[in-house]
DNA sequence: GACATTAATATGTAGCTACATATTAATGTA
DNA sequence: TACATTAATATGTAGCTACATATTAATGTC
């Protein structure tokens, strides 16, 4: 009655992962070549390899050729984040959604538009501010500048229909995406827009995605006081 | 001077995702089996295969045994995130890094606490509020609370020199991690700890952390005002 | 001894076969 | 028709060989 193990790269990726959990190798310390554990395990270094491989990518060891496989000295938390489209967030959450453009104009990046993208001269956006809604409730407030040179096509899309946010993420998928998250006073001008108080600790992300090196679209959404983001795990 | 491809893999992955952003495939759509994809490219299934596996993970296609690939409907933004040892990230910045041990003790798991680990009943843990420091200000206040049942060591470090933090994070590595971020105004007790205002915006971290079942920490962490957190990619 | 060259070595990749697994589609039976 | 059984199928995994690549260690030359 040998139950024979399904998936046996993360049976031995599990294994290695016990050894250093359990510090039979500490932090910094050199793992057996992948051939050796092979041996060990009785199993090919493929599969070793890939065991290795999904260990290196969650961080917790480092590998590198002819140096081989070390136990990360400095671990970190390495958290995936999961950021859908708004609306699915709000339906998701049981509410109903609703989009409200607020303002769209053509206007040249500014310096901290520019900053984000690593640009050195001012190129033609397009700007917009719109109101994410659940329940009839502000819920994210996004300003968001979208390159005209990268994607011309958003000037044909009617915004007041449609959030940029949505056709974006289903048209236009980036190849990098820097993320900054922090938190900020409320204004007078998110207070009326979110219709929180002026001062409240607001949840602020923003988000610069690129395809290849041309920028695509830079965005600060600020939430409604007592948003949250999760990891999923 | 055909300079042959270093990673195939990577080239074929690039290759179908270009047609995926450039809408050769759409969200929704069926991609060809990997088989096909393989005698298009000239190459061997697992290639294609491994190709396939990294878009699956970046969140781009979604596969199913015999259903085959489809390009995500819904993409979701997907953004990973590297929180290091707090003395790290403060002296990265090019800052003294400082602890100070605030106030510890023995004390039954909270409700709150006892919701974040999904626990029924109350268990021993070790409560520890502590404060980082990077060049003599504050920079992150954190509560924390660490089962006593899981990591009895902790009983024998010396948190007033070494935070729990570090400690854990070196000694303690888990194998499942919750994360929630969120804005808070300052309170009172804020405002002390960390020399802010009250009603100050603070960005606020809570993590909890399972090695299998079990429980290991729970922290909340409070940031000074204007600390921001970014993604590296 | 300093520096360029060469060998040794551990991981990384490509390609192949064979089989496992999950899930849909087809089929048979009451 | 309803439901269980079986076949078909696309992805997933295991194991192997061969070679590529990066980096360290050894060697040779001035």
Redesign the pocket.
Known sequence: MTD?????????RDSIREMILNSTYGPGDK??????F?ARF??????V??A??DL?QSGLVE???????MVQRDPVTRATLNIPITRLEVEQKGCVYRYQLIRQSVQRSSPAIMANFGLHEARPMLRVEALHLADSRPYIFEDRWICLETVPEINTVDLTRESANEWLVRNRPYSRCDLRLFARPGTKNDSEILQSEIGDALFVMERTTWIGDAPITSLRAVAHPGYQLFTQG
Do not use: F, N, Q
């Open positions: 024979k193990p399904r998936h046996s790269w993360v049976t031995i793992l057996p070549r992948d051939e050796e092979a009785g199993c090919a270094r493929s599969t390899h890939r290795m491989r290196a590998r590198r050729r002819k140096g081989g496989t």
